[in-house]
């Protein structure tokens, strides 16, 4: 099977402008999870949707992060205004379970760089 | 709120020997899966090795195995016959049975010397 696709795979942006990244998950996954990871550290769940609904964003800055996942496949996170804090990778993954039981297939990533 | 926690940020070891990964968690609750996962340069996070924790039995792939000591909330991970492919950073996650919310350590870099 196609494995969690991310798009794209750099970004570099100056502060204060605004990005955006795309994932597309594994067929038939109904749970789907952004994570940023600063160089270094380990990743941090910032959104985790169960179809097209929010399950937890709790540590999602919502004054300038968001994101959506329409009709419960594809799924947008966007960055406005970023801030130099922001370079990270954002990576995307993906399960059949919304209980863990299954595991979780995650995407490449994206390197985001904020200059 | 589940923690966990890596306490060796960087361990090396040589080609053909065994080395052991530390983790440790903190939760309540009793429904609840522990991954470890290698991501090399590439940023690919990749499955090493998946434990339930109802289960005894310790998981083992292959070269890798894991001690899961439930009452210490104790997960580390052994591999044994360490290859140069095996130098990566490895992550110990957590993943609730009870909402599927998936929660790594800080990451341990292992360099494998020829």
């Known amino acids: 099977e196609a494995g969690v696709a991310q798009s794209p795979r750099y970004k570099i942006i100056e502060k204060r402008q605004s990005v955006a990244f795309w994932c597309n998950p594994i067929?038939?996954?109904?749970?789907l999870y952004w994570y940023q990871q600063i160089l270094g550290q380990g990743p941090k769940l910032l959104i985790q949707?169960?179809?097209?609904?929010?399950?937890?964003d709790s540590q999602l800055p919502k004054d300038r992060f968001s994101a959506e996942r329409l009709k419960g496949v594809d799924s947008t996170l966007k960055i406005q205004p970023a801030k130099l804090e922001d370079s990270a990778v954002y990576l995307c993954?993906?399960?059949?379970?919304?209980?863990?039981?299954?595991?979780?297939?995650f995407g490449s990533g994206t390197r985001l760089t904020v200059v | 709120a589940q923690t966990v926690t890596q306490s060796q940020p960087e361990m090396s070891v040589q080609e053909a020997e065994t080395v052991t990964l530390s983790c440790t968690y903190d939760?309540?609750?009793?429904?609840?899966?522990l991954f470890w996962y290698k991501q090399p340069p590439s940023r690919q996070m990749i499955l090493v090795i998946r434990q339930e924790a109802y289960k005894q039995q310790n998981a083992t792939e292959n070269r890798f195995s894991v001690n899961f000591q439930k009452a210490a909330k104790s997960f580390s991970l052994k591999i044994s016959d360490s290859q140069l492919g095996d130098t990566a950073m490895y992550f110990c996650?957590?993943?609730?049975?009870?909402?599927?919310?998936?929660?790594f350590g800080q990451g341990t870099t292992l360099q494998v010397k020829p």
């Open positions: 949707f169960q179809n097209n609904g929010v399950v937890d």
């Open positions: 993954a993906s399960s059949s379970s919304d209980r863990g039981n299954y595991g979780y297939t």
């Open positions: 996650a957590f993943g609730s049975g009870n909402t599927g919310k998936l929660i």
């Open positions: 939760t309540s609750e009793n429904n609840y899966y």
């Open positions: 067929s038939g996954h109904a749970t």
